[in-house]
């Protein structure tokens, strides 16, 4: 077991960042720089506008050199930010890249001491002088290669989806396209026009479904869930459970002996089945059988029984005939496939904005969601295209809007954040009920209208002149008259400056948006972290939008936060670009930042294996007894089993605990008087 070098003298360099005026207005640098020169082990202490530049860099390599540094200390910004930069530099200068090390002097302490210059002056010290007895017991570590399996994986069928199977198929990479439902196309093809070109939806997305359909890289694996995943970059093995869909495709009917057989997706079945279900494609508002297809247009066109509903009176087997499609018996099945990166596009759902009832959503039947708006003025929806009141069938002539309905809601039962695509959406249903309806007039309520891309603040100006009417203020209830089931809004103009009561034949709720149901469960089998909102967690918001902090894993879509479709399409480009370079390369290098078992140390009692919250430790027999092994590439060297191991058999590359104490000891007697 290697251990920290104690015979060599360290000689340290410190580089203090101004970072223009983020730390220098707040710490006095040359009173830190020459703290730093005094500090045992440096030999060089330098400063420069900003070290994340060019000459800054130099700066680095050139002391390097000169002094015959053993290691660096950079006090500048954050880690996640620059520390790859850095280790460049640290290299360059002919030093192993692990000896760096980084002391937050900016967001820990100039951004959050700003009116505090001798404070955030002092506690600047403090940081470069921890980080430079870590770096004083530094030693090198050397990253390890692991092969790439060519094959990837891509969670979630919608529209962002599908764009990223498609970008990796492309290039020539084997892809699984695992998606729950029976069809693919996600929300987007429950839309009827998109904003802010009012483009058939449908006619944007079918084109794709049949792509990716026909696609010889891509395998489509619809009704079908994510079960379990072990592994680590480049060798995930992913168990997916295939829901029985009790209706045989072509393939699975040939490889079963049945010539010619298999689902053809003629629709005899549904004629026969005596089941009616609300059909949740169309949210309830329209039925379909216990054996059904969502909409015409669904990809893979193959029927899909819910034996939750069938009551299997055979009347659609012998309605089925020759083809033998129909296997009431069929059980789940549970398939593992080995890819080497995988993307989530696990998409979103809508709010239940129920919780929020001073709207009267689910008491009043005039008041809708946006998305059950959608299905109404749809031309494939339940009305064929015709918005109806749902109270009387009668066509409405007023419709209020309520935008942020559940978003922006500090109160503790909506989201504190905004949806983003709610007001252009709204602003489209708005045009839609102008253009179809003539005379209807819109009442859109809004808190501020967010019109952000191409062409969307033009649009919001033509709604504008086309008569639709703008109240800003938040609604405060709904009312129901109930003999008319007209609605009264009662809001707050708070352009004018009074309350206002204005009576409407139905209500359109923008709800809020949310992560879909399964993201928890899904992000938990891959390790990725979300937010306190629960969307999927970047590993950096500016810097690798598409990335997560599990390696191998990345984001596409609304499952990393609210996106319209034009941004939802470009990070799944992103995401499949990114997840298509380990596979390209052949191998990945892991960082060493992965515990070590010192063997004659360990005692083999296996408390540490069930504590690892990436599952990177086992219990071995080696010699004649138990001893904990580390699989190097899932460990993420968070320190959990090093802290418990009661025999101090676990050793922490780069967090060694001999280089941990020495900061402790710098920060406890270290500091100035």
Known sequence: MAEVKKNEEPRIGVFVCHCGTNIAGSVNIQEVKDYAASLPNVVVSNDYQYMCSTPGQNMIVEAIKEHNLSGVVVAACSPRLHEPTFRNATKTGGLNPFRFEMANIREQNSWVHMHQPEEATKKAKDAIRIAVAKASLLQDLHPKSVPVEKAAMVVGAGVGGMQAALDLANAGIKTYLVEKTPTIGGRMSQLDKTFPTLDCSQCILTPKMVDVYRNENIELLTYTEVEGVEGYIGNFDVTLRKKARGVLTPDEAEARGI?????????????????????PFELGMAPRKAIYIYHPQVVPLIYTIDFDSCVKCGLCVDACGDKKAIDLEMQDELMTVKVGTVILATGYDIFPIEKKPEWGYKNYDNVITSLEFERLICASGPTGGKLIRPSDGATPKRVGFVLCAGSRDNTGVGRPYCSRFCCMYSLKHAHQIIEKIPGAVPYIFYMDIRSFGKMYEEFYYRIQDEGAK???????????????????IKAEDTLLGRPVDVEVDMVVLA??????????RTRRLFGVSCSQDGWLLE???????????????????VCQGPKDIPDTVAQAEGAASAASIPIHKGAVELEPYFAQCIEEKCAGCGLCVNLCPYQALSLVEKNGRKVMQVTEAKCKGCGTCGGFCPGGAIWMQHFATPQIIAQIDAFLLGGEE
């Open 511 to 520: 709800a809020a948006v949310q992560p879909s149901a399964e993201t928890e």
């Open 259 to 279: 010539v010619g057989g298999g689902c053809n997706g003629c629709g005899d079945c549904v004629d026969v089945c005596p089941v009616i279900k609300p059909n």
């Open 539 to 557: 590993a950096h918001p500016k810097l690798n939008p598409c990335g997560t902090t599990t390696a191998g894993v990345y984001l596409a879509g």
């Open 470 to 488: 703008f109240i800003r203020g938040r609604v405060a209830n709904i009312l129901e008259d109930p003999e008319t089931k007209n609605l009264y």
